[in-house]
T-cell receptor, first 117, second 114 residues
Framework: AQKVTQAQTEISVVEKEDVTLDCVYETRDTTYYLFWYKQPPSGELVFLIRRNSFDEQNEISGRYSWNFQKSTSSFNFTITASQVVDSAVYFCALSGMTTDSWGKLQFGAGTQVVVTP | DGGITQSPKYLFRKEGQNVTLSCEQNLNHDAMYWYRQDPGQGLRLIYYSQIVNDFQKGDIAEGYSVSREKKESFPLTVTSAQKNPTAFYLC?????????????FGPGTRLTVT
């Protein structure tokens, strides 16, 4: 069975501070994909990033960066210089490639990020 | 503009009634999905469809039914057999489930059953 754990329920920061969101996953699949989604107050989920298990290279995209470590089954996400518009719930998700898990996203419980001016 | 539409945004029903939630996409995506979100929790997969006229149960399919007669449409019926139907329902689509493309989500329907 697959499982995604986001231990942080809520993180509050002041604008311009960096925010790091933790994500730990469990899967028996040797090949899988990891995702981060953002859910603003409007409710619609917005895709942020996707990473496959073959590639542990960490990247930066604008103010977003991620740290994928297969050895610790972690896929952490960082927002640099946070802005009020970053206030949202952030979800980590996992999708495997076995018959049972193919194309199905397993979501964590989400982390509420509150950025105050 | 391409995207996913869900209607209505808010829906109220009496207990014991079936209700159908609409989901339409014009992205030409093959795969479509229905998720349920409860307060403070992540999304849980109800049903998904990889191609027209085919769909599979997700993790919490009991009390729900779907159809996929057209590529663009994937309506979800919440039946009276669903014990706790009040929730936020999100529809999503992706180019193809087989290649694990990212899923794009609609704005959601908030269902309240009393």
């Amino acid at each position: 069975a697959q499982k995604v754990t986001q231990a942080q329920t809520e993180i509050s920061v002041v604008e311009k501070e960096d925010v790091t969101l933790d994500c730990v996953y469990e899967t028996r699949d040797t090949t899988y994909y990891l995702f981060w989604y953002k859910q603003p107050p409007s409710g619609e989920l917005v895709f942020l990033i996707r990473r496959n298990s073959f590639d542990e290279q960490n990247e930066i995209s604008g103010r977003y960066s991620w740290n994928f470590q297969k050895s610790t089954s972690s896929f952490n996400f960082t927002i640099t210089a946070s802005q009020v518009v970053d206030s949202a719930v952030y979800f980590c998700a996992l999708s495997g490639m076995t018959t049972d898990s193919w194309g199905k996203l397993q979501f964590g419980a989400g982390t509420q990020v509150v950025v105050t001016p | 503009d391409g995207g996913i539409t869900q209607s209505p945004k808010y829906l109220f029903r009496k207990e014991g009634q079936n209700v159908t939630l609409s989901c339409e996409q014009n992205l030409n995506h093959d795969a479509m999905y229905w998720y349920r979100q409860d307060p403070g929790q992540g999304l849980r997969l109800i049903y998904y469809s990889q191609i027209v006229n085919d769909f599979q149960k997700g993790d919490i399919a009991e009390g729900y039914s779907v159809s996929r007669e057209k590529k663009e449409s994937f309506p979800l019926t919440v039946t009276s057999a669903q014990k706790n139907p009040t929730a936020f329902y999100l529809c999503a689509s992706s180019i193809s489930a087989g290649d694990l493309y990212e899923q794009y989500f609609g704005p959601g329907t908030r269902l309240t059953v009393t």
